[in-house]
């Protein structure tokens, strides 16, 4: 009864090819979000989506974008992918009061 | 621009030795501020939430309280399972550039038996 997944939990790709990760959430929830943790552990947003609504934060490459086939589904597509992708993807929705994160998605790139 | 800034960034603690964790923060309008805990290897797993100064809120050994400058995580004769990152964050009406939450980089907390 997992609230939020993420598969794979480990992706290892080569420099300039392209990946996605899944995200689901089972919780009913309207919004779902990307985060990035760095190297150094910081936490930051990349995108939400909420009823078709998508907000990018700009400090994010075009390379990146998530795609929504359904309400409890946001996946992250990222394309020609560079070294400084390598970090831990996490996946979150909210209802409002709260958000709940997946288990991370870590991803090196070689 | 949001902000938000955690002291310290490492605790080390004896087992029953109660402390607080400090969050600071700057936003233009405040929706909520978030504190959550990470283990390593997992992702964020959520604690509280307060919304306004002078709200608190208790779970077990932890106590969260809020100002309009800052929050603080008490705990309280901790256990050696509280061992953790814990991480604060902050939800504003300007956003996070992404509707998102703005965190902290953490406080890495080790409590010895």
């Known amino acids: 009864d997992t609230a939020v997944s993420q598969t794979p939990k480990y992706l290892v790709t080569q420099m300039g090819n392209d990946k996605s990760i899944k995200c689901e959430q089972n919780l009913g929830h309207d919004t779902m979000y990307w985060y990035k943790q760095d190297s150094k552990k910081f936490l930051k947003i990349m995108f939400s989506y909420n009823n078709k609504e998508l907000i990018i934060n700009e400090t994010v490459p075009n390379r990146f974008s998530p795609k929504s086939p359904d309400k409890a589904h946001l996946n992250l597509h990222i394309n020609s992918l560079e070294l400084g992708d390598s970090a831990v993807y996490f996946c979150?929705?909210?209802?409002?009061?709260?958000?709940?994160f997946g288990p991370g998605t870590r991803l090196t790139v070689l | 621009e949001d902000q938000v800034t955690q002291s310290p960034e490492a605790l080390r603690l004896q087992e029953g030795e109660s402390s607080s964790l400090n969050c600071s923060y700057t936003v233009s309008g405040l929706r909520g501020l978030f504190w959550y805990r990470q283990d390593p290897g997992k992702g964020p797993e959520f604690l509280f939430t307060l919304y306004s100064a002078g709200e608190e809120k208790e779970k077990e050994r932890l106590k969260a309280t809020l100002t309009k400058k800052e929050s603080f995580l008490h705990i309280t004769a901790p256990k050696p399972e509280d061992s953790a990152t814990y991480l604060c964050?902050?939800?504003?009406?300007?956003?996070?550039?992404?509707?998102?939450?703005?965190f902290g980089k953490g406080t890495h907390l080790i409590i010895q038996p």
């Open positions: 979150a929705s909210s209802s409002g009061t709260g958000q709940f």
């Open positions: 964050a902050v939800l504003s009406y300007s956003g996070g550039g992404a509707d998102g939450l703005t």
